[in-house]
């Protein structure tokens, strides 16, 4: 029930027609009945002892059962019209509220979703929650109705007939009910579960080909994806094994119910006179029970599409369940760039340890701080959330001494310029790509940007220059001149805050120095929060924080940290030898 009023609930603008529609198939399989009894009344005319009747009442009868069958199936086109009405509006709302809650997701959701994951999940369980409002929601009325509506003509007709009609159907019964508590949602969560995995485990072992072949690690890649395969069939045959007698038992019975009417009908015949009345009604009965039974196999699957869609939309709420950004009612205005930490504490969504613990300390505007710190130890994690990919669980991050949470989105996207560890540019010309940091700004300015990246080398040699499109055509960057373009988007943009994740691997030492000159073209007299792997760059910073387990561990100039002979010492002695190693010089140990 809570299902259908969600589903209901989803129908916004087309209430009407989901209720209408079940009505309407509620008086379908009312006309679905009537034949039967018309075609009954035939037989009785025609076996009727006394031969008064006539012809015309027969074809009356006649017309009656083909008008009713006639009028039972364009009642159920009907039925089936509005349902799709309802469904297709479900459908779409659905995938609308869910895209509508991802654009106002933390962006650190989509470090964990990425978009071909959401866009799986959306539109598998779009479309199975849209085939159950179709097809299989009308269906259920009359799977619900008719039994009740042949149980009535069953006795009716012949009480005796009727018992012994209901015996096979009451002993299956009895079994469906058994089957069904028997865990079949459960069931269902792990059977989607299991299906998840195996479609993942295809996607990745697909995508982990060309590393694979590098690796020459094939078995070692297929494994996963074989034993997510492997444990969807062991599943899945359990499955069917504990379904196998209660199964067969079940549709011998609900399909032999003539087996136990042909013998009743002779012990009724012997204890009465009226042979042709009995025959009559056996007659009636052997037509009319396939549709009971018909219509309780229906409901069987009815049950299992129950779980089905109720999964799917937990599925698609699930996906959507962490709590978007709160837009503050009345946001506050920037004025002034500096950044503060104040007892800063987060952790991640699903894990049992602070990523984030406890930390202090301020940029002043205009000032360089740089992270550094062992991997793991949350440098992208505190950079975060300056620009609030997440919000902090305790403390506050503020910007001129405001919290960021009561600044409006628009306005902190407009002050910060992320610049991440993987630039991402879009398959459009690079003149599109740089624009993005400002879709106001001029040719002129456009270039200028350019020219402070170190971007002019690149745009000359391609052959449409800045109109060149990436992607296509085979036209890709370098990782360096990515990177380079993405500077110039971010120079483009001139946000007051900087917060840069420090690329990890630069290309060769001259796309690096040219990187540098971008760098420090981009951050003149910003504030900025620089995350920092190669400690040569950061010699000169106003202050150095070492994170270290989610905590401050040391913090100070450069030369402050080499004194103190701590974790910054030894990253920078470790960091010296690299230098010396990379190019080529003797490596001391000592
Ligand atoms: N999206 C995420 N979900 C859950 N845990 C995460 C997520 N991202 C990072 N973590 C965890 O948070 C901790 C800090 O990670 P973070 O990426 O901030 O480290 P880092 O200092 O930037 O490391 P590196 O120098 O390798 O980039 C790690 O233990 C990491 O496993
Ligand atoms: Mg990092």
């Excluded at 994951?117 to 109705?145: E, W, Y």
């Excluded at 960021?404 to 407009?414: G, N, R, T, W």
Aim: aromatic share 10%.
């Amino acid at each position: 029930m809570n299902l259908l009023k969600k589903l209901q609930s989803y129908t916004t603008g087309r209430k009407i027609m989901l209720p209408l529609s079940l009505l309407m198939s509620a008086i379908s399989s009312l006309f679905g009945m009537l034949p039967y009894i018309f075609i009954w009344l035939i037989i009785r005319e025609l076996t009727s002892s006394s031969p008064t009747s006539t012809n015309s009442v027969i074809t009356t009868y006649a017309w009656l059962a083909l008008g009713t069958a006639v009028g039972g199936v364009v009642l159920y086109f009907t039925t089936l019209v509005l349902s799709h009405l309802a469904a297709f509006r479900a459908e779409n709302n659905i995938r609308q509220n869910a895209m509508e809650n991802i654009i106002g997701m933390p962006l650190g959701f989509f470090d964990n979703n990425t978009s071909g994951r959401v866009r799986k999940i959306i539109d598998d369980n779009a479309s199975i929650t849209h085939g159950f409002m179709a097809h299989q929601l009308p269906d259920l009325v009359g799977t619900i109705l008719m039994p009740f509506l042949t149980l009535i003509l069953i006795f009716v007709f012949d009480w005796r007939m009727g018992i012994t009609t209901l015996i096979p159907i009451i002993a299956a019964m009895v079994i469906l009910g058994y089957m069904m508590g028997n865990n079949s949602k459960q069931f269902m969560t792990t059977y989607m579960n299991s299906l998840e995995e195996m479609n993942t485990e295809a996607v990745e072992y697909v995508r982990g080909i060309p590393v694979v072949k590098v690796f020459q690690q094939t078995v070692f890649s297929f494994k996963n994806f074989y034993n997510s395969i492997v444990k969807y069939k062991n599943m899945v045959i359990k499955y069917t094994n504990i379904w196998e007698k209660p199964m067969s038992t079940y549709t011998v019975l609900i399909n032999g119910i003539v087996f136990f009417l042909a013998p009743a009908a002779i012990i009724f015949m012997d204890s009465s006179q009226n042979h042709i009345g009995i025959i009559l009604n056996f007659f009636f009965y052997i037509l009319i029970t396939p549709v009971f039974a018909q219509n309780i196999m229906k409901s069987m699957y009815l049950n299992h599409a129950f779980g089905q869609a109720d999964e799917a939309i937990k599925r698609i709420e699930n996906l959507v369940k962490t709590k978007p950004l709160t837009e503050p009612a009345k946001p506050e205005p920037i004025t002034r760039f500096d950044i503060s930490f104040n007892n800063v504490s987060f952790r991640y969504p699903g894990s049992d340890k602070n990523a984030i613990d406890g930390i202090n300390f301020s940029i002043p505007a205009g000032s360089t701080v740089a992270l550094v710190g062992p991997s793991g130890g949350g440098k992208t994690t505190l950079a975060r959330l300056v620009p609030r990919f997440w919000d902090t669980d305790q403390g506050e991050v503020r910007i001129g001494g405001i919290n960021v949470k009561k600044l409006s989105s628009y306005d902190l996207m407009q002050h910060i310029s992320f610049v991440f560890q993987n630039t991402h540019l879009f398959k459009k010309s690079l003149l599109e790509n740089i624009r993005l940091g400002n879709p106001d700004s001029s040719i002129d300015e456009i270039y200028k940007a350019v020219d402070m990246a170190q971007c002019r080398e690149i745009i000359d040699k391609l052959p449409d220059g800045l109109d060149t499109k990436i992607g296509i055509d085979g036209t890709y960057l370098s990782g360096g001149e990515q990177q380079r373009i993405a500077l110039a988007r971010a120079i483009l943009k001139d946000a007051p805050i900087i917060v840069m994740d420090e690329a990890t691997a630069f290309t060769d030492p001259e796309n690096e120095d040219l990187i540098r000159i971008a760098l420090d073209k981009l951050t003149e007299g910003k504030t900025v929060l620089t995350i920092a792997h190669r400690l040569n760059s950061i010699k000169n910073v106003d202050k150095i924080l070492v994170i270290n387990d989610g905590k401050i561990a040391e913090q100070g100039s450069h030369t402050e940290l080499l004194n103190k002979n701590g974790i910054y010492s030894g990253m920078w002695n470790e960091f010296q030898k690299s230098v010396k190693w990379t190019i080529g010089k003797e490596v001391n140990y000592a």
